[in-house]
């Protein structure tokens, strides 16, 4: 649904340079209870932020050293020229690795640098036990990460990361 | 916890400023501020308003004030014109003794309203704070990157931000 949502407002943001883009809604994982409005302050403010035109956020971000608007600028344009679909799978699992507590999202952030980190081999072995994990419903994938089968095939740190990452699997129906 | 002062909740911290706040409550708020800057600060300021309360103390009022009071209204009723009456009544020195309860109260206002969110986005400007936060969401969005591949394989192949 979020990205039923998600995608003419993103979408709109592409096609339409130099104006204002429509309001992108915030991403709800299906299930959930919505979050509070103002939960996410960096999510709202970039939300907002890429939704304004080019002009609009020169004038936003003025307050700033040049060298930092600079790369604010660049990190939102980064981020809009991605395809609407993916914009709105990664705001989707933003938003959920922001509705942890603090000390869990930056174990999330933890495992997710120290899996960049792992061989070629290890990391495709977690994706494609992340994908498995994906289908299954939230309820089965402790039973299912305590399984002999899972721990054999994992070290434990993997089986770490695996767990974190777990947390912020976007919503099945993105 | 869900941060009280995220979700327009400021009471609950007002609550236990003045102690009125149960155990259990506050149990679960002083855990949340220590991993709160905000609510910590929030903390810290309200603790400096209860503590500058404790310390005000009004001048002691002498046992025949009321009746010498009531003999110079009498006395100036009578006798000064009511633009003497406005302008001994607007003199600095009649509002001392209500001024430790004006700041006490405008810092209240000021620290509610300075934390309140509405009051965040009526901002016409990013701060150096929120660029922080923006940031952030940027670097965390750049690191989920790597759940693309997972929610959709075509997708593990897309361009990195």
Same mark, same amino acid.
């Given at each position: 649904?979020?990205?039923?949502?998600?995608?003419?407002?993103?979408?709109?943001?592409?096609?339409?340079?130099?104006?204002?883009?429509?309001?992108?809604?915030?991403?709800?994982?299906?299930?959930?209870?919505?979050?509070?409005?103002?939960?996410?302050?960096?999510?709202?403010?970039?939300?907002?932020?890429?939704?304004?035109?080019?002009?609009?956020?020169?004038?936003?971000?003025?307050?700033?050293?040049?060298?930092?608007?600079?790369?604010?600028?660049?990190?939102?344009?980064?981020?809009?020229?991605?395809?609407?679909?993916?914009?709105?799978?990664?705001?989707?699992?933003?938003?959920?690795?922001?509705?942890?507590?603090?000390?869990?999202? *930056?174990?999330?952030?933890?495992?997710?640098?120290?899996? *960049?980190?792992?061989?070629?081999?290890?990391?495709?072995?977690?994706?494609?036990?992340?994908?498995?994990?994906?289908?299954?419903? /939230? /309820?089965?994938?402790?039973?299912?990460?305590?399984?002999?089968?899972?721990?054999?095939?994992?070290?434990?740190?993997?089986?770490?990361?695996?767990?974190?990452?777990?947390?912020?699997?976007?919503?099945?129906?993105? | 916890?869900?941060?009280?002062?995220?979700?327009?909740?400021?009471?609950?911290?007002?609550?236990?400023?003045?102690?009125?706040?149960?155990?259990?409550?506050?149990?679960?708020?002083?855990?949340?501020?220590?991993?709160?800057?905000?609510?910590?600060?929030?903390?810290?300021?309200?603790?400096?308003?209860?503590?500058?309360?404790?310390?005000?103390?009004?001048?002691?009022?002498?046992?025949?004030?009321?009746?010498?009071?009531?003999?110079?209204?009498?006395?100036?009723?009578?006798?000064?014109?009511?633009?003497?009456?406005?302008?001994?009544?607007?003199?600095?020195?009649?509002?001392?003794?209500?001024?430790?309860?004006?700041?006490?109260?405008?810092?209240?206002?000021?620290?509610?309203?300075?934390?309140?969110?509405?009051?965040?986005?009526?901002?016409?400007?990013?701060?150096? *704070?929120?660029? /922080?936060?923006?940031?952030?969401?940027?670097?965390?969005?750049?690191?989920?990157?790597?759940?693309?591949?997972?929610?959709?394989?075509?997708?593990?192949?897309?361009?990195?931000?």
């Amino acid at each position: 649904m979020a990205a039923t949502l998600l995608m003419p407002a993103l979408a709109g943001q592409n096609a339409n340079k130099g104006q204002p883009a429509q309001k992108v809604p915030q991403p709800q994982r299906k299930g959930q209870p919505q979050a509070a409005p103002n939960n996410h302050p960096g999510e709202q403010i970039l939300l907002k932020l890429s939704q304004m035109t080019p002009e609009e956020r020169e004038r936003a971000l003025s307050q700033l050293p040049p060298a930092r608007r600079a790369q604010l600028e660049e990190g939102i344009r980064n981020f809009q020229k991605l395809p609407p679909a993916v914009q709105a799978r990664r705001l989707n699992s933003l938003q959920i690795l922001n509705s942890l507590p603090p000390r869990k999202q *930056n174990e999330v952030r933890r495992s997710m640098n120290q899996l *960049n980190l792992l061989p070629e081999e290890r990391r495709r072995a977690i994706n494609q036990e992340l994908r498995r994990m994906y289908v299954m419903p /939230d /309820d089965e994938r402790p039973g299912y990460m305590s399984t002999e089968e899972f721990r054999e095939r994992f070290s434990p740190e993997e089986q770490r990361i695996i767990g974190d990452l777990a947390e912020v699997l976007p919503g099945r129906n993105q | 916890m869900t941060c009280p002062l995220q979700t327009e909740q400021s009471d609950i911290l007002l609550d236990y400023s003045a102690g009125r706040l149960d155990a259990l409550k506050t149990a679960a708020l002083v855990e949340h501020m220590d991993n709160c800057t905000a609510c910590a600060t929030f903390r810290l300021e309200q603790s400096a308003v209860w503590h500058a309360l404790d310390l005000w103390e009004p001048a002691p009022v002498s046992l025949d004030f009321n009746r010498r009071l009531w003999q110079k209204i009498d006395a100036a009723n009578a006798m000064a014109p009511w633009f003497q009456s406005l302008r001994d009544s607007l003199r600095f020195a009649n509002w001392k003794p209500v001024m430790p309860l004006t700041a006490a109260i405008l810092v209240i206002a000021a620290g509610f309203l300075l934390d309140h969110p509405a009051a965040r986005r009526a901002a016409a400007g990013v701060s150096v *704070n929120e660029a /922080d936060q923006v940031e952030q969401a940027l670097d965390d969005l750049q690191l989920l990157h790597q759940l693309d591949a997972v929610a959709s394989p075509a997708a593990g192949t897309s361009k990195q931000m």
